[in-house]
């Protein structure tokens, strides 16, 4: 029996038909053939349990949301200090929290940067920043990478694969583009009409399993977006808040985008929140007509209270080098693993603590997931790339946990070559 006080199913296998039959039928149906028949139950730090006690070390942490790890102290107590005085308020009036993270992210975003626009999701800061581009432009399409991924909402999903549009009729070829990862002329081309009000990237593409921007690449798209009147808009929902050891990775590429969009690890895995970024030139639309766009829940009070208190730990010196350390780690412990299993783990690629692992089969890592799922660590395959296992440890492990996922990595490769 799982007696939850508000919830009570009789047995695991109960819980799983229930969710089945009232939630998503074929993604409970998708796990339980892969194998995972996860159902998180505690969690603390960088460790799960499912509610059968099977407890796992979480390297997913939902693309990014859980960088601080899983209920966070110093992050629940913010939450829990802030509901004595805040919940989630009019979105309508100024408010005492979402100034203060506004201010703090402006701070933040670099030069030019000027105001902050507030979602509850990433998909929903992608949308704020077309309409955004859309308005400082005066035009319409929209340039984003072939096999990227910028979240499902209405205009997000037309700039992600087609595995997500199709469904939904969302495709509008007249006004969204896709051109491959670091192919110049393809991006020189796609701009040369002058009509491209943004050009939007993930700085490193998470769902496509993350494969590296080539030396030079987004300096040079910044510089054609410069040369054609276009917007740059860096969506750093999963590769931003340090996870490359700079708070932003696009600032580690050296460019300044007109953009950044942030969500996910914003609000410490305790409250949705995301915001855009933006320089002053996009910002125009606030000052003209601050109602243009409105959501009740974005900017949420008590989110920006967490929003603040995850900004200020991500940003202590002490997490920057301690990313740096972990990644060094991680680089010397895959390169021995590679040298003894090179035929089977063909590439790492890897930026601070962003990482995909490559495997010699159209579907490897389905595989290796699976085996390490059984061997007690949860990490997920990318969605557009099953050939590639997604990697995204906390900005806050230790030497000890490191060396535990990479030994337990190493059983799962060595039991799937």
């Not at 960088?46 to 960088?67: A, C, S």
């Not at 690449?217 to 054609?228: G, P």
């Not at 915001?275 to 974005?298: K, P, Q, Y």
């Amino acid at each position: 029996m799982l007696d939850y006080g508000f919830a009570t199913f009789a047995s695991k296998d109960d819980l799983l038909d229930r969710a089945a039959a009232a939630w998503n039928p074929d993604r409970t149906r998708f796990w339980r053939a892969s194998g995972v028949d996860l159902v998180i139950d505690r969690r603390e730090g960088y460790r799960l349990w499912d509610v059968d006690g099977r407890e796992l070390i979480d390297v997913h942490l939902n693309g990014g949301t859980y960088n601080l790890g899983h209920r966070h102290p110093e992050l629940v107590a913010a939450l829990v200090e802030g509901v004595e005085r805040f919940d989630i308020g009019n979105h309508h009036f100024p408010s005492i929290a979402r100034t203060a993270l506004a201010e703090a992210l402006v701070a933040s975003g670099g030069p030019g940067m000027a105001r902050v626009v507030f979602g509850a999701a990433g998909g929903e800061a992608i949308d704020v920043a077309i309409k955004t581009a859309r308005h400082a432009t005066g035009r319409r399409r929209v340039v984003s990478i072939a096999k990227g991924y910028h979240g499902h909402t209405g205009l997000a999903v037309c700039t992600g694969d087609e595995r997500f549009s199709r469904p939904f009729l969302a495709e509008r070829p007249g006004e969204f583009a896709h051109v491959p990862l670091n192919d110049l002329d393809a991006m020189a081309a796609a701009l040369a009409g002058g009509d491209v009000a943004a050009v939007l990237i993930e700085t490193i593409p998470a769902t496509y399993g993350f494969p590296l921007p080539q030396p030079g690449y987004l300096a040079a798209v910044k510089a054609l977006c410069e040369e054609h009147g276009t917007l740059y808009v860096a969506d750093e929902v999963q590769t931003g808040l340090m996870r490359t050891g700079e708070l932003w990775a696009i600032h580690k590429a050296g460019v300044q985008p007109d953009m950044i969009v942030t969500a996910k690890g914003l609000g410490g895995g305790l409250y949705p929140l995301s915001a855009v970024i933006l320089s002053g030139r996009c910002a125009r639309w606030l000052e003209e007509d601050g109602f243009a766009h409105m959501s009740t829940a974005a900017g949420a009070e008590l989110g920006c209270v967490v929003g603040l208190k995850a900004l200020e730990i991500t940003t202590r010196p002490e997490v920057r080098a301690g990313v740096a350390r972990a990644a060094a780690r991680f680089a010397d412990g895959l390169a021995a693993i590679r040298e003894r299993h090179g035929g089977w783990l063909t590439g790492v690629r890897q930026d601070g603590l962003v990482m995909g692992l490559e495997f010699a089969a159209p579907e490897g890592a389905r595989d290796v997931m699976r085996a390490l799922y059984e061997r007690g660590v949860w990490a997920i395959f990318s969605t557009l790339d099953p050939s590639v296992l997604q990697c995204k440890p906390g900005l806050l492990v230790d030497d000890a946990l490191v060396d535990e996922i990479l030994a337990r990595l190493e059983s799962a490769v060595e039991a799937t070559a």
